[in-house]
């Protein structure tokens, strides 16, 4: 089985300051980790992945995520928030299941940028 | 290309009915995924199709069936709908020459109001 956990249901952050989205993760074998992005009534976006090679991956809108191992963890980051940042951010992991990798998906994080 | 379409966008319905959510893939797409997004119970995983075929089920009782086109064009009915149905309904595709660790390409949803 897998799962995904993101610890924190929301995040605050100010305009300009560092943010990070938290996640771990549990999957059997390699792990492909994603994260998606969604803005109010609207489906959700890819921004970035891990398949596998540097552990530090770069993604859409300027947004960053490391990949650690032995921490089993895929926080997303990004060096300077923007007020339209705000928005709920999902990590996922996918595993085979039936032949073809289905991602689980996490239970979403808020993440509210302050002018 | 032209994205992830869904027809309807909202419905409303009352409980005991039925209805039929549409789901039109990125052209060349030939996996289709639906989830439901509630507040409470973050993105599940309903079904997925790939060349007509059920390839993945999630845990949903037998109400939720779905189905999928010689074009890949997927619907998904609900029967005897029932207020806990409520939710958002995301379709997805994904491109198989993408490998297994291909993204996930969403729609803008179908909002389900049960009263």
């Known amino acids: 089985a897998q799962s995904v956990a993101q610890p924190e249901d929301q995040v605050n952050v100010a305009e300009g300051n560092p943010l990070t989205v938290k996640c771990t993760y549990s999957v059997s074998g390699n792990p492909y980790l994603f994260w998606y992005v969604q803005y109010p009534n609207r489906g959700l976006q890819f921004l970035l992945k891990?398949?596998?090679?540097?552990?530090l991956v770069k993604g859409s809108y300027g947004f960053e995520a490391e990949f650690n191992k032995s921490q089993t963890s895929f926080h997303l980051k990004k060096p300077s928030a923007l007020v339209s940042d705000s928005a709920l951010y999902f990590c996922a992991v996918s595993g085979s299941r039936g032949g073809s990798y289905i991602p689980t998906f996490g239970r979403g994080t808020s993440l509210i940028v302050h002018p | 290309k032209a994205g992830v379409t869904q027809t309807p966008r909202y419905l409303i319905k009352t409980r005991g009915q039925q209805v039929t959510l549409s789901c039109s893939p990125i052209s060349g797409h030939r996996s289709v995924s639906w989830y439901q997004q509630t507040p409470g119970q973050g993105l599940q995983f309903l079904f997925e199709y790939f060349s007509e075929t059920q390839r993945n089920k999630g845990n949903f009782p037998g109400r939720f069936s779905g189905r999928q086109f010689s074009n890949s064009r997927s619907e998904m009915n609900v029967s005897t709908l029932e207020l806990g149905d409520s939710a958002l309904y995301l379709c997805a595709s994904t491109s198989e020459l993408a490998g297994f660790v291909g993204e996930q390409f969403f729609g803008p949803g179908t909002r389900l109001t049960v009263l």
């Open positions: 891990y398949i596998t090679g540097d552990n």
